[in-house]
Structure formats: structure tokens, C-alpha cells
């Protein structure tokens, strides 16, 4: 490997890293504001949310909590894991680190932003957190298994596990769209506001029964963390899901593509913001079920994908 | 009534009957726990709420009184006994009538009179500092008495949970209640295993104050602000109950303005409590819309009123406010709009499948727990119970007005909100008739003589969550001897163990959100300085001083 090549891994790196905080609290803001509109609501301003997190970042760091280093160091990892994330999605143009890594690191990177919640849950040791915790860690249990199975069904048919190859629309093979991709597809669009954990599927957090679950004991500049990380999560997810289901324009020249990329992250978004808007929380067992359900169907598309369908 | 007659001959001592609606039944204390439980389980009343008053100033003696509802029979009736002595016990009912639990637990902390044999006699309102015999509710107690040898941070004794639970608090600070107070909820993994609760830490001596500081026109003001949300139902009930006791008709056209003024508060509250309850699920657009169909009601009462809510209607004999018949056609548009608007939002509901998989099987009541606990309202009436007391014991203008009593079969929280969806335009149908049917005339009947003293009177108004039953015994310097307020949460309150036991933890806000719960209602008497925090109960200085060093740490833990 080249100096060069180097130079251009971290540039791209940091460019997505960059990218990311910069246009999170965006969609965050579009997101409360069409909420508050669907709600006949004015709703805050579009920079509300970076304003939010300016505020939060400038304050005192309290320690409430049963064990304040792990607390700052989940809060720190919730945020790092999911930006380490970034450098392994497309957004617009290859993934930088395409060299580096496969899509099993970028499966273990994923489990590590879960884990990093769990852990803030478990730092703060209240009982509400820890509830939120139990529930976050039965979600995350039957929702990651979702992912690994659409990745690997666009592995299949890709014949490799490098990132470049799998994360270009790979769910639909190079000749044809096969059976699998379209069900993968369907599954992760019924899925995706889990694994953005908005309502309906909020559970570990649920406000009204469990005050916000894992994150109810933090506040200042960790709590900023865990929000950036939650917003940062919205914006990962969406471009997982646009690299491997909705290839299509991402080939164009330089700016068309990145445009077309960001386009249908923010299609995404506003799909996430009208169910959310839409539907009373589940659950956790009603949740769960559906999730199963879910899996169950994405095993016959990993089977039909294993037979070339 | 002769069935009656015909078992106790020996122990009735006297019956009033004042009028077609009431009854009163004097016995010997001896046999009050027997006739209760015949007037409860074989002549199947419902039981309303027991009274204990300190009569030593008259009779020199305790009075108990128990009262109950005959629904089909439009008649409430009330069993007293007088008690001598100064430490007066009474045979507990809570065998016979389970859903007495509270409100003996209450007059034994109030008035000092013993129920002996209660179920569970543990401390209800007073709070566990206060000493052994200081009852606030006695004559001889001034009103601002607080007791020398008072403990305001000794903690509160909780039960042991059962094995193999968790507690989880719920409360007192929480943020789908609004209100402070505390379930400690006994959790095995997501499953409610039971609970316990403790209330009362809002207390502010409503009850006292009405009856040793003001006078019987005061009191409206004071009965107002017993509820923030359903005021002018506890307003309307005093003011009944006093005209009940003295004999006052308040005149026809004030009549019809109570009517109206007690829907249009059963619209704003239900349309709150369906935006809360979404809320409480989670559904928030449907929290915020119902918030804004619910807006013009609020700027109308504020135009007759001069308040968004409070509406200081009643005086002893008539009302304060009179519509013109511009208010009465501006009413009519904003009904109209209102019906338009929440059709479209009962349309939807309904079809909301995502809306019924949360709260149907959710916090069921049985026709059983509701007759054992007394469960009142539109608790009552989503499991079939058909009571409502607008038709069973009209009041004000209701029986010259035509209207359907919902009632539905399943009893969970679902039901509920069906029941409350459908009692808004039942709502409205009661209020444009009653718009037909208004009459000119006065608004206030002349009161030339004073009110009699040692008459009872007694009203029950059917409140957006239930019965709202208030007694009042009229007294001397122009102010009742005893008031007793039986807010509908208080009968409630006490069903919600049996409601969430063995359901899942997350169901627990809503089937506590389906009560239309209001604990201000419910705790009326004393103050209180109990918060508990998590395992631990921080004292108020406690706070304070956590508040000034900024920290509230882990290791102040106990």
C-alpha cells in the first residue's frame, strides 16, 4: 500500500465521519419537524437539534450513576462505534476503509453499538435502566440476526464478503432480481424503524413507562453523546439499507451520486418519521413476535438465496 | 325497605326518608356491620362511601355513616350510627363491603373512630410521623394544628414484597402521572406480580377548612378546587347536597346552565384523557390532535366563564354565569365543529388495529371487581355495568333531556376508550337539547331565611371519570358541620391492584391512564412530606441540601 493510498483511506474516512455529525441533527430536525406538522404542531426550527447538542455538550458532567468511568466510556463508545461504522459504508462513493475490512467487521462494529447502549444501561445501575436494558438486549438479539441474514443473502450472491462488492445492491445478484433480494428487501423496510428504535418500536426507551430506559441517568455531555450516536444511528442505517437495496444512481459521476445517495437517505427518514407519526408503541412481546416472524421469513430468503433464487 | 323492616325491626331507630330520592337509617351500632351487609349483598346496593364525623359539640357522641346507591331505584341511601366515648370503635364492614377498605382506613386517621376488624388497617392518609390520637378531623382540633412531637422526615413502612420480586417504583414523581403518587410495583422479569400503594401527599384540608374557616357560599370556591380537570362537577355537588339538606330549589334556567357547563366539562376531559391515554401509548399525533380539537371548548367556557377551567359556577340556589343568545349560537358552531372533527378521530381509532393490540385484554375489570370495589363511571360501564348517575339519580336539568348510558362487555382498557369516544357525542346531544330547552326566568332563588342547622343532604354527579358523590350535615354559623367529598378516583384507585396483577409492566401506565386517574381529587386532607426516591426515601431537608451541593450521588444510598 502506498502513502497514497493511505492518505486517500483516512480522507475518505474522515469525510464520512464528517458527513455524518454534519448531517444528523439535520435529519433529526426534519424529523421533529414534519412530527410536529403531522401533529398540528409548528414544531422547532430546523436547527433546533444542533442547538440541543451544543447546549447538552456545554454543561456541567454530573455523575449520578452506580459507576461513572463506565458510564463515560459507553457513552463515549455508543458515539465512536457507530462513526467507526462510517468508514465502512458507502456514502456516495466506495467505502473507505473497503481495504480494511469485510462485512463480518462491519456486522461486529454494528453489535458494538448495541453493546454500547447495553453497557450505559448496566453503568447507571436504576432499575428503570435496567429494565430498559432487559428489553433492549431481547430487541437487539432478534433484530441483529435480521441484518446478518441480508447481508449474507447479498454475499451470496455477490461470491464475496468484501464491502464494495456487497454493499452495492448485491440482494440482486448481477443478472436478474432474484426472489431473495425482493423479500430481503420487504423485511428490512418492515424492520427498519427497529433498528432505528423509533416508536412503534421504542420499547427500551418508552418514555411513558420506563422513562427512557438506559439513558435515563445521564444528562450534559454524555447524554449528547448517546443522542448523537442515536441520530448518527438513523443516518448508518439509512445508508446501509440504500447500499444494499437501492443501488440505483449510485454510479453516477461525482456530485450526481452523492446527491442521489443523500436523496434517498432522506426518502428514508421521512418514511421513518410518518410510521413513527402514525402508530401507538408495542410491546415488548408483541415486538418480539413480530420480529420472529420477520426472521422466519428471512431464513427462506437466505435459503432461496443459497439456490441462486 | 320492609324487607329491611322485617330483619333489623329491633336495631332501626329511626327513618328518614326526606324525599322520594333519599333515605336516611338510623341503627344501632351493633348491628351497622349486618344491615350493610344485607343492604349490599341481598338488596344489592352499591356501595357509595362511609363517613366518620365527630357530633360531640351536638349529641356528644361519634357518628359513622355508611352510604350506598339503590341505581335502579333512584335512591341513595345512608346507615349512621352514633358512637359514645371518646375513643369510639365500630364493627369494620371491609368483610361484607370490601370496597369500605379505604374509607374506614380514612375516618380511623381523621376522626379517630376505630374500625374494628378491618382487612388491612394500615395507615392510609396521615402521614407515618404524625403521633397516635391527634385527629385532624375532630371539633376540637383547629384547622392549622399541627402536633408538637410531629415527625415530618420519618419514612413510610412499606410491606414486604413476595418472593422472588423486584420492586419497581412507580411514582411518586413519574412522567405519564402528573400528579404525585407512589406504587411500589412488585415485578417478576416484565410480569406485575401486585402492589402497593401510598398516596395522599397532596393533601391541603379542603374538608377542614369548609367546615371551621368558611361559609356555605365559600365553599363553592373551595369544592372547585378540589379537581383541576373535573372542578365544576365537585362544585355542582356541593351546592346540591346543600340545597338537598336545606330544601332549596335553584330555578329551572339555572338548572339547564348547570347541565350545560357540566357537559361542556365532560367534553374538555374527555377529549383529554383520549389525547393523554394515546400518549400514554405512545401515539402522539392523536395526543396532539385531540388537544387541539379540544381547544374552542376551553376558549368557549373561558367567554361564559372567565376561565379556561374553574368555572366558579354555583352558588347555594342558583348560578353565577347566564348565556345570552349570541353565547348560545356561537355554542352551537363550536359543537358543530367539535362533532365533525371527532367523528373523523373516532373513525380512525376505531380502525386502529395498531391502537387495539395495546389495550384490548389490557387492565380488565369483571363485573364482580367492579360491584366488590365499588369501580364507578366509565370503568364500570366498559364491563357492562349500566350506571350512570345522570339517569339513575337526575340531577339539575337531566331529566327533561334524552340521552344513551354506553355500555360495553369486555371491560379493558379498550372499552374504555370506546366508551369515552362515544360520551362525547352523547355529550353534545344532551347540550343542544338542553339549548332547546332553556327558559327565561331567574338564575338564583331567593334565600331570605338562614339554613337550618343538623340536616343531611346528600348529591351524587355523575363526574367525566364517575360518580362524584358529596354529603354535607348543615351546621351553625352559616357553614356545614361535615362535608365529605367522594371523588370518583378515590373508588377507583382502588381497583387498579386487581386491574394490573399478573399483566406486563409496560401495560401498567395505561391500565392506570384507563381510570382517568386524579389523585388531587382523591387526596384531600393533610400535608404530607414523604418522597421517596428509589430503595431509599429522601427526606425533604435531604433534597434541599442535595439541591444546593448539585449532587444527588450513589452513595447517599441506604
Known amino acids: 500500500m502506498t502513502a497514497m493510498e493511505l492518505i486517500k483511506i483516512i480522507l475518505g474516512g474522515l469525510a464520512n465521519v464528517f458527513l455524518v455529525l454534519l448531517l444528523a441533527p439535520f435529519f433529526e430536525g426534519i424529523l421533529r419537524k414534519l412530527t410536529a406538522r403531522i401533529q398540528s404542531r409548528q414544531g422547532p426550527p430546523l436547527w433546533q437539534p444542533y442547538y440541543d447538542l451544543l447546549k447538552l455538550l456545554g454543561k456541567e458532567d454530573l455523575e449520578a450513576g452506580e459507576s461513572p468511568l463506565m458510564q463515560r466510556g459507553a457513552a463515549c463508545l455508543a458515539l465512536g462505534s457507530v462513526l467507526t461504522v462510517a468508514w465502512l459504508v458507502p456514502m456516495g462513493f466506495a467505502p473507505p476503509l473497503n481495504a480494511g475490512g469485510d462485512i463480518v467487521l462491519l456486522i461486529y462494529l454494528l453489535g458494538l453499538c448495541a453493546i454500547a447502549t447495553l453497557l450505559a444501561g448496566l453503568a447507571a445501575g436504576s432499575t428503570y435502566s435496567l429494565m430498559g436494558i432487559s428489553r433492549e438486549m431481547m430487541a437487539v438479539i432478534t433484530l441483529e440476526p435480521l441484518l446478518v441474514v441480508a447481508l449474507v443473502v447479498g454475499a451470496t450472491h455477490a461470491g464475496s464478503l468484501r464491502l464494495d462488492r456487497v454493499l452495492d445492491g448485491s440482494v440482486y445478484g448481477a443478472s436478474g432480481i432474484p426472489w431473495s433480494g425482493l423479500i430481503m428487501l420487504a423485511v428490512m423496510l418492515l424492520s427498519f424503524q427497529a433498528f432505528v428504535q423509533r416508536v412503534p418500536f421504542d420499547t427500551a426507551e418508552a418514555e411513558t413507562e420506563i422513562m427512557e430506559g438506559p439513558v435515563m441517568e445521564y444528562s450534559g455531555p454524555k447524554l449528547a453523546l448517546l443522542k448523537y450516536a442515536r441520530m448518527a444511528k438513523l443516518v448508518i442505517y439509512s445508508g446501509l439499507l440504500v447500499a444494499l437495496f437501492l443501488p440505483w444512481g449510485s454510479a453516477l459521476p461525482f456530485p450526481l451520486g452523492l446527491a442521489a445517495f443523500w436523496l434517498k437517505v432522506f426518502g428514508l427518514v421521512l418514511l421513518v418519521t410518518l410510521v413513527a407519526a402514525t402508530h401507538a408503541r408495542y410491546r415488548i412481546d408483541q415486538a418480539l413476535r413480530y420480529y420472529a416472524a420477520l426472521l422466519g421469513v428471512a431464513f427462506l430468503a437466505l435459503v432461496l438465496a443459497v439456490n441462486g433464487y | ?558
Not at chain 2, 344501632?28 to 360531640?56: M, N, T, V
Not at chain 2, 405512545?282 to 376558549?299: N, V
Not at chain 2, 357553614?479 to 396483577?501: C, D
Request: charged letters at 25%; one cysteine or more; glycine letters at 8%.
Open chain 2, 1 to 558: 325497605m320492609k324487607r329491611l323492616k322485617d330483619n333489623f325491626g329491633e336495631a332501626i331507630q329511626r327513618v328518614d326518608l326526606p324525599d322520594d330520592g333519599r333515605l336516611y337509617l338510623f341503627v344501632a351500632p351493633a348491628s351497622l356491620k349486618e344491615i350493610c351487609r344485607f343492604i349490599f349483598r341481598d338488596l344489592d346496593a352499591r356501595y357509595i362511601i362511609s363517613i366518620g364525623a365527630d357530633d360531640r359539640p351536638i349529641s356528644g357522641k361519634f357518628l359513622v355513616a355508611h352510604n350506598f346507591a339503590f341505581d335502579r331505584e333512584g335512591l341513595l341511601a345512608s346507615v349512621l350510627a352514633y358512637l359514645a366515648g371518646e375513643k369510639p370503635t365500630v364493627d369494620s364492614i371491609t368483610d361484607a363491603v370490601p370496597a369500605a377498605n379505604w374509607a374506614e382506613r380514612e375516618f380511623r386517621d381523621l376522626v379517630g373512630i376505630e374500625p374494628r376488624g378491618h382487612r388491612y388497617p394500615k395507615r392510609l392518609v396521615l402521614p407515618d410521623g404524625w403521633p397516635e390520637g391527634a385527629h385532624p378531623l375532630r371539633k376540637d382540633v383547629p384547622w392549622n394544628y399541627c402536633p408538637p412531637d410531629f415527625k415530618a422526615d420519618q419514612e413510610f413502612t412499606f410491606d414486604d414484597p413476595p418472593e422472588g420480586c423486584v420492586v419497581v417504583p412507580f411514582g411518586p414523581f413519574h412522567p405519564t402521572l402528573d400528579e404525585p403518587a407512589h406504587f411500589r410495583l412488585y415485578v417478576e422479569g416484565e410480569m406485575v406480580r401486585g402492589c402497593e400503594y401510598r398516596g395522599f401527599m397532596a393533601h391541603r384540608g379542603i374538608e377542614k377548612l369548609g367546615e371551621s374557616v368558611l361559609t356555605y357560599n365559600d365553599i363553592p370556591m373551595m369544592a372547585e378546587r378540589i379537581c383541576g380537570i373535573c372542578g365544576c362537577v365537585h362544585n355542582v355537588a356541593y351546592a346540591q347536597a346543600v340545597e338537598n339538606a336545606a330544601a332549596i330549589a335553584p330555578p329551572p334556567r339555572a338548572e339547564i346552565i348547570r347541565t350545560i357547563m357540566l357537559e361542556i366539562e365532560r367534553l374538555h376531559s374527555h377529549l383529554l384523557w383520549v389525547g393523554l391515554a394515546c400518549h400514554i401509548v405512545g401515539f402522539d399525533t392523536l395526543f396532539m390532535q385531540s388537544f387541539r380539537i379540544r381547544e374552542p371548548i376551553m376558549r368557549f367556557a373561558e367567554k361564559i366563564t372567565g376561565n379556561r377551567k374553574t368555572y366558579a359556577l354555583c352558588l347555594i340556589g342558583g348560578v353565577r354565569w347566564d348565556f345570552n343568545p349570541e353565547l348560545m349560537s356561537e355554542l352551537r358552531a363550536v359543537l358543530g365543529r367539535l362533532e365533525e372533527e371527532w367523528r373523523a378521530v373516532a373513525d380512525a381509532v376505531g380502525r386502529d388495529r395498531n391502537l387495539q393490540k395495546r389495550t384490548r385484554g389490557v387492565g380488565v375489570t369483571t363485573p364482580q371487581l367492579v360491584k366488590e370495589a365499588g369501580l364507578i363511571g366509565p370503568v364500570a360501564r366498559a364491563a357492562g355495568v349500566d350506571i350512570d348517575c345522570r339517569r339513575d339519580h337526575p340531577y339539575a336539568a337531566y331529566d327533561r333531556v334524552e340521552f344513551k348510558v354506553i355500555v360495553e362487555k369486555d371491560g379493558d382498557v379498550w372499552s374504555r376508550i370506546v366508551v369515552r369516544l362515544m360520551e362525547v357525542f352523547e355529550s353534545i346531544h344532551i347540550i343542544r337539547q338542553c339549548l332547546e330547552k332553556i327558559e327565561d326566568g331567574p338564575i338564583q332563588a331567593a334565600i331570605t331565611d338562614e339554613l337550618p342547622p343538623g340536616r343531611m343532604g346528600m348529591s351524587s354527579v355523575e363526574a367525566p371519570r364517575g360518580e362524584s358523590h358529596h354529603f354535607v350535615i348543615t351546621g351553625e354559623q352559616n357553614r356545614p358541620r361535615r362535608w365529605r367529598v367522594r371523588a370518583p378516583t378515590y373508588q377507583n384507585l382502588q381497583g387498579i391492584p386487581a386491574m394490573i396483577k399478573d399483566q406486563q409492566l409496560a401495560d401498567m401506565t395505561i391500565s392506570l391512564g384507563s381510570i382517568d386517574p386524579c389523585f388531587s381529587c382523591t387526596d384531600r386532607i393533610e400535608t404530607v412530606d414523604l418522597r421517596s426516591g428509589r430503595t431509599r426515601v429522601y427526606t425533604q431537608e435531604e433534597l434541599i441540601k442535595s439541591r444546593r451541593t448539585g449532587l444527588i450521588n450513589a452513595n447517599q444510598k441506604k
